[in-house]
């Protein structure tokens, strides 16, 4: 027999008799443990959602991060292989560069006639 059921069999009994006391306190029971598995199996989902989220994102910057590395590293041999060894300040510059500077110093190197000049094209002004 269904709990429920039997409490709806009894529910015109006694509020105090053990024939209605004891199915409501076990229903009662039953929905606190179905209620705080729910919340235990929510949290777990959401902790393991959460966690892949934060590993792809980490995945994300780490490669976004390692591409701009080896960027630059390219453009600092190139530059020295065309204009000589770079100073510490030219390669602060070029550690703060961003994405979109990088990838217009790449492109002035082709036709670069100086150092200044490829910086400027870049929008990397030394300073």
Same mark, same amino acid.
């Given at each position: 027999? *269904? ?5 709806? *069999?009894?529910?015109?009994? *006694? ?9 409501? !306190? ?12 729910? =919340? ?5 989902? /959401? ?6 989220? /934060? ?6 910057? /780490? ?22 060894? !770079? ?23 082709? *036709? ?8 400027? =094209?870049? /929008?990397?002004?030394?300073?």
């Amino acid at each position: 027999m *269904d709990i429920e059921q039997f409490v709806l *069999d009894h529910e015109k009994e *006694d509020k105090n008799s053990l024939n209605y006391l004891i199915p409501e !306190l076990i229903l009662q029971r039953c929905k606190r443990q179905a209620a705080a598995e729910g =919340a235990a199996m929510g949290e777990a989902r /959401g902790q393991a959602i959460g966690e892949a989220r /934060g590993e792809a994102r980490g995945e994300a910057r /780490g490669e976004a991060r390692g591409e701009a590395r080896g960027r630059r590293q390219t453009l600092e041999l190139q530059l020295e292989v065309q204009f000589g060894k !770079l100073s510490p300040k030219l390669l602060r510059t070029l550690e703060r560069a961003n994405a979109r500077q990088l990838e217009r110093l790449a492109i002035a190197l082709l *036709d670069a006639g100086s150092l200044e000049g490829a910086l400027s =094209a870049a /929008g990397l002004h030394r300073r």
